[in-house]
C-alpha cells in the first residue's frame, strides 16, 4: 500500500497540484460524478485549496465555487472563489447568499486538530461532521449531493442513518489516496430530498470490492 501512496505523493508533485488530497475528491467525482460544468460547490474546509483546485478545474465558467476555512488560503486560484475565512460553527444561510442561493455539492474535508487521544479525535471529527451536515441540509438544491470526511467510530453508522432518509443513496467511500493508517473516509450522499433506495441486505463492516475500490453501500 505504501507504493500507492507515494504515487499519490509523486503524482501531486508532478502534476503540481497543492497536495495529494486533489486525487481523494478527484476519485469520489469519477465515481459518483457529482461535481460538473456548472455546478455550484461549497467546500467547507478548504484549507490549502486543493480540493478546490479540482472543484474549478470541473465546474467551469458557469460554475460557482464558494470556500471556508479557519485559515487563509495561500494559493491564486484562477477561477473565482468567493473565499470566507471563518469557522463553519458561523456559518448562515446567508454567508455565500450573493455568490449562490443554494448549492448542488456541498463538500467538507474538515479534519480536527488532533490530540492523538484517538476517542477524542472520533467525537471533534463527527461534530464538524454534522455541523456540516446541518448546514448542507439548509442549502442543498433539490437531487443535491453532501461529502463530508469522518473518522471511523461506532458513531459514523448511526451519523449516517441520521443523513440516510434525506438522499436518495448514501455509500462510504476510501479512496485510494487516503493512507490505510488513517481513520479517514468519506460519506457521499446523493439526491437530495428523492426517495431513498431500499437499503441493501450488506454487512456494516465489508469493505466491497469493486475493481480494487474500497466502498461500503447501504
Ligand atoms: C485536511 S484539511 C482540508 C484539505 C483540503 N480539502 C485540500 O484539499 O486542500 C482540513 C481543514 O479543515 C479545517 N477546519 C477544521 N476545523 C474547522 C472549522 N471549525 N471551521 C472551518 N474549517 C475547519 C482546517 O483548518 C483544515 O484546513
Redesign the pocket.
Known sequence: MREIQDKYFRLAKREGK??R??YK?QEINQRTKIIKEGSRVL??????????EYILENIGDKGVACA????VIAKKFKGVVDFRK????ELTPETFAESAKEFDVVVS????KTSGIRLTDQARSLE?CEIAAEYAFKVLAPKGAFVCKIFESPEVKPFREKLRPSFKTTRTIKPDASRDESMETYIICMGYGEEPEEKRARPDHEYRKTKGKRTRQY
Request: with cysteine; net charge negative; hydrophobic share 50%.
Open positions: 497543492l497536495a488530497s486533489y475528491l467546500d467547507i474546509g478548504a484549507c490549502p485549496g486543493s480540493w478546490l471556508l476555512d479557519l485559515n471563518m469557522d463553519v460553527r474535508d474538515m479534519a480536527p464538524l
